[in-house]
């Protein structure tokens, strides 16, 4: 079921939503025993202004703090209440696929985005996808890749892997001083499907180091990511196919 969302007022007294209302307590618990549903959150977010602001306040870090209460621990232990670009942007990362619109981020890939059951995301091997000088500084997570099969763009056929993360203190982060050092542009029309924030290539600023390759299973020639102002990451990449070694240990 579609809910139209509606931009009324924050109750005042004419808000109709006001009749009979449901205090913040009672809407917080009431989430909680329903182990913060995103459905639901969503659908709240959709009766009024009022209802949208307490879910981007309050509801949303519930999800992500439920949802993966070790990483939203270390980006929050700088000190932070918040993170970059808001919990709603963030709780949708933690569950939404992005996929590739033709003639998008990804030029001819065209796989459509959809949610995930669950996700899990690695600071070990965000690692991997820092160049060099900003590992003993820079956090980030990432995902495992999301696999789509036989969807290799361009005509050719492939596994594409698509993969996306978030870093700890983008703002304060080298790898933004570096891309703002390089001059590097923001695309001139795509923006982060997560906040709706510019993004960065890090293909076109030449900071995508090899071992992003291995930590993805990819060929090294096919990865490609962004990165936007608040710090999301989201990318794809051409798998590598098993080889008869590696699909028969799995079997073993």
């Known amino acids: 079921m579609i809910i139209a969302k509606q931009y009324r007022c924050i109750h005042s007294a004419t808000c109709h939503c006001t009749k009979g209302h449901l205090s913040e307590e009672v809407l917080f618990l009431m989430v909680q025993h329903l182990n913060w549903n995103p459905n639901v959150i969503a659908t709240l977010s959709c009766v009024c202004k009022w209802f949208d602001d307490l879910a981007k306040r309050l509801l949303w870090k519930e999800f992500c703090r439920a949802r993966a209460p070790k990483m939203m621990c270390d980006l929050q232990s700088s000190g932070s209440h918040s993170v970059d670009g808001s919990w709603r942007a963030l709780g949708k990362l933690l569950i939404y696929c992005s996929g590739s619109s033709k003639g998008g981020l990804f030029n001819d890939v065209q796989v459509p985005g959809h949610f995930v059951h669950r996700t899990r995301f690695s600071r070990t091997s965000g690692r991997s996808f820092l160049p060099l000088q900003c590992r003993n500084d820079d956090i980030l997570y990432v995902s495992d890749p999301c696999e789509h099969l036989d969807q290799g763009g361009g005509g050719e056929d492939g596994d594409l892997g698509f993969f996306r993360g978030i870093f700890k203190s983008f703002s304060m982060s080298k ?67 098993l080889s008869d070694s590696e699909g028969a240990s799995e079997f073993q």
């Not at 933004?176 to 390089?182: G, V």
């Not at 924030?197 to 020639?221: F, H, V």
Request: aromatic fraction near 8%; hydrophobic fraction near 35%.
């Open 175 to 241: 790898v933004r001083k570096l891309l703002i050092r390089k001059g590097t542009s923001f695309h001139p029309t795509e923006v982060c499907p997560y906040c709706k924030a510019k993004l960065w290539s890090m293909l076109q600023a030449r900071m995508i180091p090899q071992s992003a390759s291995c930590r993805l299973g990819a060929y090294e020639d096919s990865i490609e990511y962004y990165v936007c102002l608040n710090g999301h990451m989201l990318g794809v990449c051409t798998l590598l196919p």
